[in-house]
């Protein structure tokens, strides 16, 4: 009968795959941001392809992430440019809104 081998790695191979310092890779072990298995006290383990896994997903949590955060500052921008044709206006609000056609407007 032939054995499926895995790639089990310890904690320091696992620092040295993820390029992080081992204290780092146990803190995220012993919080279970990794999910690495322990054994005893003293050590533990994980698998090549977890690791995988959990790159490519902390990768696209970062690209939404990031994402997220264009987007909050585009709107602090839109809302920091209609507050300022506001004050321009003394405070009288858009007619109808504030789209785009009254912005170039006030920009006249």
């Avoid at 298995?37 to 790159?55: F, H, K, M, N, T």
């Amino acid at each position: 009968m032939a054995t499926e081998t895995t790639d089990v790695m310890t904690l320091e191979q696992a620092a040295d795959y993820l390029r992080l310092p081992v204290d780092e890779t146990a803190r995220l072990f012993e919080e279970g941001r990794l999910p690495a298995a322990r054994i005893g006290d003293r050590y533990w383990r994980i698998q090549a392809s977890v690791l995988d896994e959990w790159l490519r997903t902390a990768a696209y949590r970062n690209l939404v992430e990031a994402r997220k955060a264009k987007g909050r500052r585009a709107l602090e921008r839109l809302e920091a440019v209609r507050e300022q044709i506001l004050r321009r206006r003394d405070g009288v609000p858009f007619p109808g809104g504030y789209g785009a056609e009254v912005i170039r407007e006030e920009e006249t």
